[in-house]
């Protein structure tokens, strides 16, 4: 099973890889992201998406940068960015032959989140629902699921104004 974490082994494959950037030359996405660049990462993960979209055999690797890209639109709370960049993240995720699992549950929970932040609550909660329903034939990775789900419903509920639904969550999670 692929996750967009495994893609990211591909992503650092590129020539020269996240380590050999050169001072004169813009730095890795990768590399920006995690050291705390997220304006320049945003940038850089934006040049790239639009470079891999609908290429041929990149939709893996696509599917890694375009969610990295939504994530970095929520710390910068670009949250209708953050939707587009995650929809097109999930639309190719679910796409992929065989499908990739662990990308869609992924996706799913960082869509809640920019959802969640835009006010569609309900939509968030399909989505929280849709990636706990994805581990069904997987019992080990349901329990964790489980635990998640709850947190991440709790605190929607809260947002929501829905305190008793949010305190059930708090209390199974």
């Given at each position: 099973?692929?996750?967009?974490?495994?893609?990211?082994?591909?992503?650092?494959?590129?020539?020269?890889?996240?380590?050999?950037?050169?001072?004169?030359?813009?730095?890795?996405?990768?590399?920006?992201?995690?050291?705390?660049?997220?304006?320049?990462?945003?940038?850089?993960?934006?040049?790239?998406?639009?470079?891999?979209?609908?290429?041929?055999?990149?939709?893996?690797?696509?599917?890694?940068?375009?969610?990295?890209?939504?994530?970095?639109?929520?710390?910068l709370?670009?949250?209708?960015?953050?939707?587009?960049?995650?929809?097109?993240?999930?639309?190719?995720?679910?796409?992929?032959?065989?499908?990739?699992?662990?990308?869609?549950?992924?996706?799913?929970?960082?869509?809640?989140?920019?959802?969640?932040?835009?006010?569609?609550?309900?939509?968030?909660?399909?989505?929280?629902?849709?990636?706990?329903?994805?581990?069904?034939?997987?019992?080990?990775?349901r329990?964790?699921?489980?635990?998640?789900?709850?947190?991440?419903?709790?605190?929607?509920?809260?947002?929501?104004?829905?305190?008793?639904?949010?305190?059930?969550c708090?209390?199974?999670?």
């Amino acid at each position: 099973m692929r996750s967009i974490w495994t893609t990211l082994g591909v992503m650092l494959a590129w020539p020269g890889g996240v380590s050999a950037v050169e001072p004169e030359k813009e730095p890795h996405p990768l590399s920006a992201f995690l050291s705390g660049k997220t304006e320049l990462a945003e940038k850089l993960w934006t040049v790239e998406a639009d470079r891999l979209r609908g290429v041929a055999g990149s939709q893996e690797v696509f599917v890694a940068v375009t969610g990295f890209l939504g994530i970095s639109q929520i710390l910068l709370e670009k949250f209708p960015d953050a939707e587009k960049s995650l929809r097109e993240c999930y639309a190719v995720a679910r796409s992929l032959t065989p499908p990739d699992p662990g990308a869609v549950a992924n996706t799913e929970q960082v869509l809640a989140l920019a959802l969640a932040h835009l006010g569609q609550y309900k939509q968030s909660e399909e989505l929280l629902i849709a990636y706990w329903s994805g581990s069904r034939n997987q019992p080990e990775e349901r329990v964790r699921r489980r635990k998640i789900l709850m947190t991440n419903l709790a605190h929607l509920y809260l947002a929501a104004g829905r305190a008793d639904d949010a305190l059930w969550c708090a209390e199974q999670a």
